[in-house]
Nanobody, 114 residues
Framework: VQLQASGGGLVQAGGSLRLSCAAS????????MAWYRQVPGRERESVAS???????NYAVSVKERFAISRDNANNTVHLQMNDLKPEDTAVYLC?????????WGQGTQVTVSS
């Protein structure tokens, strides 16, 4: 499975961005998908996840501001990010899992200015 993330950029605090991750998978609908973020010098952090069945989980720091969704018809997962804060600045990486097999995308940079 190849994962291509897009949608990052520079935004002012309080603004919004929508990230997308396109997956090359013949059976995208069976994959659990997630977004992580990475800041240099810090551990990679789970931001949001969505199971094959549509169950969603969020990090406490983004709950009520971020929303993950999946479009199985187009093999895509989205992350709608609202009310962005400077501490959301990171490289956001797309992640897929099927059983014990995992895949990572290359990431997209999100920078939030104060």
């Amino acid at each position: 499975v190849q994962l291509q993330a897009s949608g990052g950029g520079l935004v002012q605090a309080g603004g919004s961005l929508r990230l997308s991750c396109a997956a090359s998978a013949s059976r995208f609908n069976v994959l659990a998908m997630a977004w992580y973020r990475q800041v240099p010098g810090r551990e990679r952090e789970s931001v949001a996840s969505i199971s094959a069945g549509g169950r969603k989980n969020y990090a406490v720091s983004v709950k009520e501001r971020f929303a993950i969704s999946r479009d199985n018809a187009n093999n895509t997962v989205h992350l709608q990010m609202n009310d962005l804060k400077p501490e959301d600045t990171a490289v956001y990486l797309c992640y897929a899992r099927w059983g014990s097999v995992t895949w990572w995308g290359q990431g997209t940079q999100v920078t939030v200015s104060s």
